[in-house]
T-cell receptor
Framework: DAKTTQPTSMDCAEGRAANLPCNHS???????VYWYRQIHSQGPQYIIH???NNETNEMASLIITEDRKSSTLILPHATLRDTAVYYC????????????FGGGTRLMVKP | DTGVSQNPRHKITKRGQNVTFRCDPI?????LYWYRQTLGQGPEFLTY????????KSRLLSDRFSAERPKGSFSTLEIQRTEQGDSAMYLC????????????FGQGTRLTVV
């Protein structure tokens, strides 16, 4: 699976959009971009995934660049409960859920 | 609650003792995964089952570790002769067998070896 690079930490004001970037320059054609988050003392939680088109669900939006070498997870109106570590993961369709987590981005939402 | 359930939530054991953790996946999920997470790091994959078959094991899974899923439902992870380096959060996840479905994680078992 391709390697991902994320900033170690970010801050966001409550109510503002949180934009979390991820670089995955070695991604191959059959690999998807997944995002999970982990709130303190809990297991990771799935957020969203995509292949090449932008995706949106009730939690977030995922914007993938046309060359697929980077993506951005957008939390449109961050709340204090969105404070967590956010992991960007690249995996192939057939890899099941043998996920390779990196260090993630620690997002702190501040009042 | 129909999520992934792990027991116990916390375990403190003396070095050299054996410990066993249990994971109950979401009932219709036929894939079950074990991960380990040390402080400040992301989870690391250990092993996974499809139904009762253990299909993949990481190099992290030393011979002191054994996992079972005897009837394709719950799973156990046993660590024999625990060492201080085994102190970590042990996470279980489950998913459907289709290639692109997300994993649902339990809250984990935190092991402290003293």
């Amino acid at each position: 699976d391709a390697k991902t690079t994320q900033p170690t930490s970010m801050d966001c004001a409550e109510g503002r959009a949180a934009n979390l970037p991820c670089n995955h320059s070695t991604i191959s054609g059959n690999e998807y971009v997944y995002w999970y988050r982990q709130i303190h003392s809990q297991g990771p939680q799935y957020i969203i995934h995509g292949l090449k088109n932008n995706e949106t669900n009730e939690m977030a939006s995922l914007i993938i660049t046309e060359d697929r070498k980077s993506s951005t997870l957008i939390l449109p109106h961050a709340t204090l409960r969105d404070t967590a570590v956010y992991y960007c993961i690249v995996k192939s369709y057939n890899a099941g859920n043998m996920l390779t987590f990196g260090g993630g981005t620690r997002l702190m939402v501040k009042p | 609650d129909t999520g992934v359930s792990q027991n116990p939530r916390h375990k403190i054991t003396k070095r050299g003792q054996n410990v066993t953790f249990r994971c109950d996946p979401i009932s219709e999920h036929n894939r079950l995964y074990w991960y380990r997470q040390t402080l400040g790091q992301g989870p690391e994959f250990l092993t996974y089952f499809q139904n009762e078959a253990q299909l993949e094991k990481s190099r992290l899974l030393s011979d002191r570790f054994s996992a079972e899923r005897p009837k394709g439902s719950f799973s156990t992870l046993e660590i024999q002769r625990t060492e201080q380096g085994d102190s970590a959060m042990y996470l279980c996840a489950s998913s459907l067998a289709a290639g692109n479905t997300e994993a649902f994680f339990g809250q984990g078992t935190r092991l402290t070896v003293v």
